[in-house]
């Protein structure tokens, strides 16, 4: 008698609203590839404080890994430095293997953003209180980055030297891969 094998469930994300409040919340389904699955995220927002190190970066990792996907990805800061560009060294750091953020223009977040976004990802705990506070009807989308990780906060690297912004970034690129597999 032939084996038989069953599919193993896979993780997904339900976008539902309650109470008038957007909330994602993990589930596991049976999870085929097909077509008929929906795509919960269309829009990802990457904060930070400045905009000018962590939140871009991770902007311009996802846009990498999710070019073919029809998925916006965008970043904004808590306390943006409005307009600047990305920090020289995570620049640098993003250039040297192959990601270019040189287009890049720090922006200030909005309520409007965070509620328009399907997946908001903050680099430390506090972040996502403070954007929980600037737009309460949003934050059952907010995350860590680091959340398939250990969850921790990623540290801020600005006007420190190079080998943190190299930490800093491994710590982005993993906090990127771990959410893939959910996008």
């Known amino acids: 008698?032939?084996?038989t094998t069953q599919a193993m469930p896979k993780r997904c994300f339900l976008g539902t609203t309650v109470n008038g409040m957007a909330a994602v919340s993990l589930c596991t389904c049976a999870g085929d590839d097909s077509e008929s699955q929906v795509k919960v995220f269309k829009r990802i927002l990457t904060v930070c404080?400045?905009?000018i190190c962590r939140s871009?970066?991770?902007e311009y990792l996802f846009r990498q890994q999710l070019a073919h996907r029809g998925i916006e990805v965008g970043s904004a800061g808590i306390?943006?430095?409005?307009?600047?560009?990305m920090d020289a060294t995570a620049l640098q750091v993003m250039g040297e293997r192959g990601v270019d953020g040189s287009v890049h223009r720090?922006?200030?977040?909005?309520?409007g953003m965070l509620r328009e976004s399907d997946l908001i990802l903050g680099m430390e705990k506090s972040h996502l209180t403070t954007l929980a506070q600037l737009a309460p009807e949003a934050s059952g989308k907010m995350f860590l980055l680091d959340k398939w990780g250990e969850a921790r906060d990623i540290p801020d690297p600005y006007r420190q030297q190079r080998p943190a912004f190299e930490h800093?970034?491994?710590l982005i690129d993993q906090g990127v891969r771990g959410w893939l597999p959910y996008l």
């Open 1 to 3: 008698m032939p084996a």
């Open 49 to 51: 404080v400045g905009n």
């Open 56 to 58: 871009p970066t991770a």
């Open 79 to 85: 306390s943006a430095m409005r307009d600047y560009p």
């Open 106 to 111: 720090a922006r200030q977040v909005t309520p």
């Open 168 to 170: 800093v970034y491994a």
